[in-house]
């Protein structure tokens, strides 16, 4: 059974910091792997997927990387703002259509 | 915005009580996904379809049913609710089954007495 683990659990970062959230999970038999954030009492909101073939993945201030063999992703988030706090989760999709979801991140940028 | 809306968006209901969710997507995508979150659990998938009348049990599919007569629209029935079933439920669509993006709704959340 995949296990996905994302470490730290919680992080607090002065604005206009660089920083790394990561993603562990098993099974390196992956179809793709997403990131998402969620605020509090909303829903899930998309940010960047990577599929197995691929080894990075960018958007505005976000670079997604994906290493499959150590069974790894990093979220690198240049130049935090306050309106990034949120909780970061990502999801490894496996075989039989099963999607696995870490435990989230949640991010704290101070002003 | 992937148009998709889920509701009730809020409900507290007695154990013992049938409910049903409604997920409605404008998108017309083939695969649907029903997912509850929980404190010390995460997201956790309850049923999913990949199409019309063609649907499957999730890791926690106990207690839960689905239906989908049509493609925009996926329901989930609480036949008899409990309390363990309390919890934030999202609705979730998908362009292809492995490949493809996931986009959610924006939860419903269920209060069982």
């Known amino acids: 059974k995949q296990e996905v683990t994302q470490i730290p659990a919680a992080l607090s970062v002065p604005e206009g910091e660089n920083l790394v959230l990561n993603c562990s999970f098993t099974d390196s038999a992956i179809y793709n792997l997403q990131w998402f954030r969620q605020d509090p009492g909303k829903g899930l909101t998309s940010l960047l997927l990577?599929?197995?073939?691929?080894r990075e993945q960018t958007s505005g201030r976000l670079n997604a990387s994906l290493d499959k063999s150590s069974g790894r992703s990093t979220l690198y988030i240049a130049a935090s703002q306050p309106g990034d706090s949120a909780t970061y989760l990502c999801?490894?999709?496996?075989?039989?259509?099963?999607?696995?979801f870490g435990a989230g991140t949640r991010l704290t940028v101070k002003p | 915005d992937a148009g998709i809306t889920q509701s009730p968006r809020h409900k507290v209901t007695e154990t013992g009580t049938p409910v049903t969710l409604r997920c409605h997507q404008t998108?017309?995508?083939?695969?649907m996904y029903w997912y509850r979150q929980d404190p010390g659990h995460g997201l956790r998938l309850i049923h999913y379809s990949y199409g019309v009348k063609d649907t499957d049990k999730g890791e926690v599919s106990d207690g839960y049913s689905v239906s989908r007569s049509k493609t925009e629209d996926f329901l989930l029935t609480l036949e008899s609710a409990t309390s363990s079933q309390t919890s934030v439920y999202f609705c979730?669509?998908?362009?292809?089954?492995?490949?493809?993006?996931?986009?959610f709704g924006e939860g419903s959340r269920l209060t069982v007495l």
């Open positions: 979730a669509i998908s362009t292809h089954s492995n490949t493809g993006e996931l986009f």
């Open positions: 999801a490894v999709r496996g075989n039989n259509n099963d999607m696995r």
């Open positions: 998108e017309n995508h083939r695969y």
């Open positions: 990577i599929q197995s073939s691929q």
